[in-house]
Nanobody, 121 residues
Framework: QVQLVESGGGLVQPGGSLRLSCAAS????????MAWYRQRPGNARELIAA???????RYADSVKGRFTISRDNSKNTATLHMDNLKVEDTAVYYC????????WGTGFDYWGQGAQVTVSS
């Protein structure tokens, strides 16, 4: 079994910065991808950033240039650095990892519990 635990988030003023962390634990053979989604009030969950292990991260246009993923593969963690936050970034943020319990096995998706980010003056 694999668990993803998120930490961080909170309340910040427009223009501020926050950091979200996601730590994977359990029976991990290989992590193929780690990604961040968000769900804004009244909207569907949307993909905002993703990084296939060993490749460059990709970002949604809405966050490009403001959000950055960093990974520590030795610790099975991913961090979402969020700068120049806007009111419209207010959402619950979820991390997702595609994980195999063996080195080259099939990857399955696992989700974190979600973290609230509120941008307000």
């Amino acid at each position: 079994q694999v668990q993803l635990v998120e930490s961080g988030g909170g309340l910040v003023q427009p223009g501020g910065s926050l950091r979200l962390s996601c730590a994977a634990s359990g029976s991990i053979g290989n992590i193929y991808l780690m990604a961040w989604y968000r769900q804004r009030p009244g909207n569907a969950r949307e993909l905002i950033a993703a990084q296939v292990t060993g490749s460059s991260a990709r970002y949604a246009d809405s966050v490009k240039g403001r959000f950055t993923i960093s990974r520590d593969n030795s610790k099975n963690t991913a961090t979402l650095h969020m700068d120049n936050l806007k009111v419209e970034d207010t959402a619950v943020y979820y991390c997702k990892a595609a994980v195999s319990t063996t080195t080259w096995g099939t990857g399955f998706d696992y989700w974190g519990q979600g973290a609230q980010v509120t941008v307000s003056s």
